[in-house]
Every structure is written in structure tokens, then in C-alpha cells.
């Protein structure tokens, strides 16, 4: 099956400045790449996802890319703020939300 | 729309006790699915329904967890009998269909298992 490895597993950063999270996956079957941001007591919520026809997305202050050779996708978080602070899972899946597996989650941290 | 609706939010209870977490999907959703959370294992899919019907159960840990869904509004993971290392944060979640991008999740229901 899948397995998805995130890394690193705690990231502090000043706010304003950038934040990188980077997932691996195993499966090179696997076409679907969402991200999710858990605040802290709340439920996980989709902000971002990627599709393997795409190297890049963007949405205002966040940016995922692909790199289907490597079997790598990465977080871009730029200038960011206090309320960026929240755990983020990554997650792979051959097909939409059924058998969607997981990262193990990046507590992220900005430093005022 | 409420969104995803789950209860109880917390539950105690004492090993060997039957546990019952409830979900409602939103409504118009047809796939749920039903997630554990645990520091050492992250979010691990349990179990998923699409139009009421189970579709993969893989990942339920034991014949001590089945979960139900009667109707397209409502689904129950139950526990029986409750083990202290059931211990975690129960999701359930839904989406348009399996296929969908977007999944939406509940608040979840806190399981202590004492």
C-alpha cells in the first residue's frame, strides 16, 4: 500500500519569513495530493491540493509543488502569520478521497 | 449546511465498556468515512461508506470495532469491548462522493479509554 513520509515533524519560523513542508510518497500510481491544516482542538481542513497532471499551485500565500519523478511534494507557505501556526498533514491517494494515507503531520510554529 | 456533525465531542469510559461514536454527513454527501487520530500513528482511515454501502474496511484494527451506516444521514463506529489503547480522536468525515476533492471532516469525538 501507500506510505507517505512528511518531514520535518516540528518547523518554527519568524513570522513574515517562509515555511517549507516536504511528503514523500511510494506508490507512483498515486495522482491526487491534498494538504490539510489541523489548528490546534479543531478539525483538519483542506487548503490546498494538487492533481499529478500539475507541477505547481498557487493560492495567495501557499504553494504546493510536485515532483512525480522524485516521488516528492512540498508546502510553500510564504510570509507568514501568526494564524499559520497549526499542524499540516499531507496526504496520496490513487483515487480522490478513497485510501487517502496520511503524512504523520508538521507542527508548525510562527514566532512573533 | 451544520457540516459534519459527530457525538459525543468527549467520552470517558472504562475498558470493557461498549463505546458508540455518531456521525452525520452532510447532507447531499454520499461517501463518509470514519478516521482515528493518534500522536504515534497520525490520521489512519478506519473505514469508508459510499451511498450507505461499506466499501473498505481494511483498516478497522478488530472484530472489537464495526461501524453502521442505516441511512444516508447517519453512521456509528462502535467499540465493544473498549481497550485502553483505543485511546484517540475519532473523525468522521464526508465527502460528494469517493472520488471528490474535497473531504470534509468533523469535530471529532475525544476517546479516553481509562
Known amino acids: 500500500g501507500e506510505n507517505v513520509e512528511q518531514h520535518p515533524s516540528t518547523l518554527s519560523v519568524q513570522e513574515g519569513d517562509s515555511a517549507v513542508i516536504k511528503c514523500t510518497y511510494s506508490d507512483s500510481a498515486s495522482n491526487y495530493f491534498p494538504w490539510y491544516k489541523q489548528e490546534l482542538g479543531k478539525r483538519p481542513q483542506l487548503i490546498i491540493d494538487?492533481?499529478?497532471?500539475?507541477g505547481e499551485k498557487k493560492d495567495q500565500r501557499i504553494a504546493v509543488t510536485l515532483n512525480k519523478t522524485a516521488k516528492h511534494f512540498s508546502l510553500h507557505i510564504t510570509e507568514t502569520q501568526p494564524e499559520d501556526s497549526a499542524v499540516y498533514f499531507c496526504?496520496?491517494?490513487?483515487?480522490?478521497?478513497?485510501?487517502?494515507?496520511f503524512g504523520t503531520g508538521t507542527r508548525l510554529t510562527i514566532i512573533p | 449546511d451544520a457540516g459534519v456533525i459527530q457525538s459525543p465531542r468527549h467520552e470517558v469510559t472504562e475498558m470493557g465498556q461498549e463505546v458508540t461514536l455518531r456521525c452525520k454527513p452532510i447532507?447531499?454527501?454520499?461517501?463518509l468515512f470514519w478516521y482515528r487520530q493518534t500522536m504515534m500513528r497520525g490520521l489512519e482511515l478506519l473505514i469508508y461508506f459510499n451511498n450507505n454501502v461499506p466499501i473498505d474496511d481494511s483498516g478497522m484494527p478488530e472484530d472489537r470495532f464495526s461501524a453502521k451506516m442505516p441511512n444516508a444521514s447517519f453512521s456509528t463506529l462502535k467499540i465493544q469491548p473498549s481497550e485502553p489503547r483505543d485511546s484517540a480522536v475519532y473523525f468522521c468525515?464526508?465527502?460528494?462522493?469517493?472520488?471528490?476533492?474535497?473531504?470534509?471532516f468533523g469535530s471529532g469525538t475525544q476517546l479516553s479509554v481509562l
Open positions: 447532507s447531499g454527501h454520499n461517501s
Open positions: 496526504a496520496a491517494s490513487t483515487k480522490g478521497n478513497e485510501k487517502l494515507t
Open positions: 494538487i492533481r499529478s497532471n500539475v
Open positions: 468525515a464526508s465527502s460528494i462522493s469517493p472520488s471528490s476533492e474535497k473531504l470534509f
